[in-house]
């Protein structure tokens, strides 16, 4: 947090400065927080990375290949299973001849119910029927369903699908392995093989902060469902999202100049190795936006021209046939003792970025307070924001952006008073600072 803090106080309104190429079915854009570095000073430098998917072509996809990983403990009871066997059953009905998948189930043990197979119309009458004999009792082994569903995707795994495992679960890991950490090194050991995991979370009743490190080291998407009879229609938009991939395998690399150091890659998992840092995306689908702020450190020993980062974009071009594509961009920057050049250099549309993210990581420390019981602490946290964001935003010239934030945090503060919904709202907190962060 105070890394934000510090990062966001030296941002105020400017030029823009921007670098945009096009890459296949991506549009590939670079900002710089200023276009010069202050000597003496911090030597920190904020990159916005952003990629923009195309639209799909409707009348192609890719096949897909696909473990749908089903909790059946004993909370599960009820109108939650009744609605999670409706909506599995319109998701197999939504798979075409050409797709493959699979439906494991876990409680106490593991089953897989629906060996990876073809979804032809005899596989998808067997599947109906096995999702209708449904029942919940047990514990809960997440662990052991999520290995499982992806024995079975990478049983079917092969280039040019979309390998991806589903798992849906309403409570806690408490059979297996149950440490947050071990269980997201099983989806990030995976998703480096191309099979990436997406989660849902249904109810109040789960764990958000596992769920959501499930998705970010499979490389997937995460949703919180609060009401049952929304699982149908979250598990379309999942399958829609995967019908409409434009870009696999997708990864961002920054290869750090001589010198300059890494401070952090804001809202995305990632690997270092050397001067090398990669952010791995695995697909995007049409339409999909991703932004990634990055913050680094330069060694200010001279003044003029110095060399930052190139960063290069590499993946799979769904609409050009699987096609390897990339592209690089190169960052410098200037260091001066001119204050005016560097007033002159801020950017406006990082800062507001940074805001963003700051007000992301606000919402989430809220968001436990809430559940340890400090509510008024909680309170106080989002209030203390949303004055220093209203001074920020008028620093800004005015910012639609920074606006939005504020009135998010106000409207949190109401919300958190209502203690009879204190679960649904630590969870709805958490995961709209989760998509914030993207």
Known sequence: MHRLAALAAVLLPALLHPG?????????????????????????????IDLTADKANKNERLPMNVALVIDRSGSMLGDKMEQTRAAAAAFVRQLGDTDTFSIISYSDDVRVDVPSRRANAAARQEAFAVIEAMSAAGSTNLSGGLVRGQEEVERAFAQGQVNRVILMSDGLANRGITDTKAIAQL?????????SVSTMGVGTDYAEDLMTAI??????????????????????????????????????????????????????????????????????????????????QLPLIREGRFPVVNVSLDYLDVREGGKKTGQNMRIDTQVTKDAKLV?????????????????ATVMVQAADLLRDGRREEAKELMKGEAERLRVQGKALGGSTRVNVQVQVLEKLQYDFDDSSVAPATIKATKARAYEQAK
């Open 20 to 48: 945009a190429a096009r890459a296949g079915s991506l549009d590939f854009k670079t900002l710089t927080s200023n276009t010069h570095i202050l000597m003496p000073g911090d030597g920190r430098l904020a990159l916005s």
């Open 187 to 195: 989806a990030r050991t995976h998703a480096q093989r191309g099979i």
């Open 215 to 296: 998705a970010d080291q499979g490389s997937g998407n995460y949703y919180f469902i609060q009401d049952a009879k929304q699982i149908a229609g979250v598990l379309s938009t999942e399958l829609e999202r995967m019908f409409s991939t434009v870009a696999q395998a997708t990864s961002v690399s920054i290869h750090l100049d001589d010198g300059v150091d890494l401070v952090n890659v804001y809202g995305y998992t990632f690997t270092r190795q050397g001067d090398v840092v990669t952010i791995p995306l695995a697909e995007l689908f049409g339409g999909q936006r991703r932004s990634i702020l990055v913050e680094v």
């Open 343 to 359: 007033e002159a250099g801020r950017n406006k549309i990082v800062a507001e970025r940074i805001e963003e993210i700051r007000a």
